[in-house]
C-alpha cells in the first residue's frame, strides 16, 4: 500500500487539462499507462473476466478523452473521475443495465480556475485515501467489497468510520458558489 | 417546483449513497437516488464524496497488466468516434428532473396515469432488476392504504407532501423504509400529493381488498 501524493495527483491533473485543452496524445499515454492496468484490475475485481475487462480499460480511456472538456479538478481529482467512468461501464457493460444519472450541473471548466480550489480537492483526497488504508483491516476490506459490487445496499454497514465531512464539505461550497453564479 | 431545493430535510442513507456510487443498487432505487440528487445539494456533495473513496478504492486494488496494443486499440478507438455516446443530461425544463423525464418519456403532462382505486393514481416506470419504482398520485387529504414492507421502499415527493406515523415529508424529502415500518401515509390537505416509489418487494396490504386489488394493479 502507498498513498498517492498531492504532488502526483496534480501532475495527474496537468495531464488531464492538456488533453482536454491541447487534445495532447502524449499526456493521454501516460495517464493510460498508470491507470489502465489499476482500472483493468478494479473490473477483474468487480467480477469481469481478463478479456471483458481489458475491453472495458479501453472503452473508459477513449471515454476519458471524448469527456475531457467536463473535467473539472476543483470538483473532482482524477482518480475519482477515472473511477466514475469505470463503474458507468461496468453497468452499461458487463451489468447491462441502464443507469439513471442526477442532473448534470453546469459546471465545466470555469474561464477563470480557481489553482487552490482545483489544488485543496486533490489534498481532501490524499487525506481520504490515508485515512482509507489507517481503517481496521476488516472495515476497509468491507468497503472495498462495496465498491467491487460484492454487497447490497442492505448489506452496506451504516457507519463507514471514514471522515467525509471534510471533503464533502469542500464539494458543497464549490456546490453554493455554482448556484450563485447561475442566478 | 424549484429545481434545488434547501428546505430538504430527509435525505438518502449512507448505504444507499454508496450503493449507487459503486453502482450495484437495483435501477429502480437509482432512479429514486439520481432524482432525489438533482434537487438535493447536500447528497450531491456527499455522493461525490463516496465517489472518491471509490477512486481510492481503485487506486489501491492492485494492478493487472494490459496487453501490448492496448493503448493502440484504444487510440484507434478515439479515432473512430467511438465513446462519444453519452453527453450529459443538462438541465431541463419542467417540473420534474431529468432523470425522471427519461423514464416517463416527458414532464408531467406525459405521465400516463392508471386508477388504482380510492382516488390514486400510478404510473409502473419500465426498469430492469428485482425492484420496481412508480409514480404515485394521491389526492390532498388522502390516504394510501395501510401497507407494511418485505424489502425497503424509498418514497420521494415530488409535489405537494404527505404525513406519516414518523414525520412530514414535503418536496425533495425521501422517506427511507425497512420492513419494521407499518406506516399510513396521508397525502396534506390543500395541493394533491405527487410521490416516486421504489420497492425491492411487493407491498403488503393489510386489509383484504385492497390485497386482492394488489393483484391485479401489480403494487
Known amino acids: 500500500m502507498t498513498t498517492t501524493e498531492t504532488s502526483t495527483r496534480m501532475a495527474w491533473v496537468a495531464q488531464l487539462e492538456a488533453v482536454r485543452d491541447q487534445r495532447d496524445q502524449r499526456a493521454f499515454g501516460e495517464i493510460f499507462q498508470y491507470f489502465a492496468p489499476r482500472v483493468k484490475s478494479f473490473l477483474m475485481k468487480s467480477g469481469a473476466p481478463a478479456d471483458v475487462a481489458e475491453e472495458c480499460v479501453q472503452e473508459v480511456m477513449a471515454t476519458l478523452w471524448n469527456k475531457a472538456q467536463l473535467f473539472d479538478p476543483a470538483k473532482a481529482s482524477v482518480s475519482t473521475w477515472i473511477f466514475t467512468i469505470a463503474r458507468n461501464k461496468r453497468i452499461d457493460l458487463i451489468r447491462k443495465q441502464r443507469r439513471p444519472e442526477p442532473e448534470d450541473l453546469p459546471w465545466g471548466p470555469e474561464s477563470d480556475p480557481e489553482q487552490e480550489d482545483a489544488l485543496a480537492l486533490q489534498q481532501e483526497t490524499e487525506q481520504l485515501g490515508r485515512a482509507l488504508q489507517a481503517l481496521p483491516e476488516k472495515q476497509r476490506k468491507l468497503i472495498e467489497r462495496a465498491y467491487f459490487g460484492e454487497l447490497s445496499h442492505s448489506e452496506i454497514a451504516a457507519e463507514t468510520g471514514l471522515p467525509l465531512g471534510t471533503i464533502k464539505s469542500r464539494i458543497r461550497l464549490a456546490l453554493e458558489r455554482l448556484r450563485h453564479n447561475m442566478k | ?219
Request: hydrophobic share 45%; charged share 25%; aromatic share 4%.
Open chain 2, 1 to 219: 417546483m424549484k429545481k434545488t431545493m434547501s428546505n430538504i430535510n430527509h435525505h438518502l442513507t449512507d448505504a444507499l449513497l454508496m450503493g449507487y456510487s459503486a453502482g450495484t443498487l437495483p435501477e429502480a432505487f437509482s432512479l429514486v437516488v439520481a432524482t432525489h440528487v438533482s434537487l438535493c445539494d447536500e447528497c450531491r456533495a456527499r455522493l461525490a464524496a463516496l465517489d472518491a473513496v471509490g477512486g481510492e478504492v481503485m487506486l489501491d486494488c492492485g494492478q493487472e497488466a494490459v496487453s501490448a496494443d492496448c493503448l493502440a486499440a484504444t487510440l484507434a478507438m478515439i479515432a473512430d468516434g467511438k465513446g462519444r455516446e453519452d453527453a450529459p443530461k443538462a438541465r431541463r425544463k419542467g417540473a420534474l428532473p431529468a432523470p425522471l423525464q427519461d423514464y416517463v418519456g416527458g414532464d408531467l403532462d406525459a405521465i400516463r396515469w392508471r386508477k388504482v382505486g380510492g382516488g390514486v393514481r400510478q404510473m409502473v416506470l419500465r426498469t430492469a432488476g428485482d425492484a420496481s419504482v412508480r409514480l404515485l398520485h394521491i389526492p390532498a387529504g388522502q390516504a394510501v392504504p395501510d401497507h407494511g414492507h418485505r424489502g425497503t421502499e424509498l418514497t420521494l415527493v415530488l409535489q405537494g407532501a404527505f404525513r406519516d406515523e414518523t414525520d412530514r415529508f414535503g418536496v425533495g424529502d425521501v422517506e427511507v423504509a425497512d420492513e419494521d415500518l407499518n406506516h399510513k401515509p396521508i397525502a396534506e390537505a390543500g395541493a394533491d400529493c405527487i410521490c416516486l416509489a421504489a420497492t425491492d418487494a411487493p407491498l403488503r396490504f393489510n386489509a383484504f381488498v385492497p390485497r386482492m386489488a394488489q393483484r391485479f394493479i401489480g403494487i
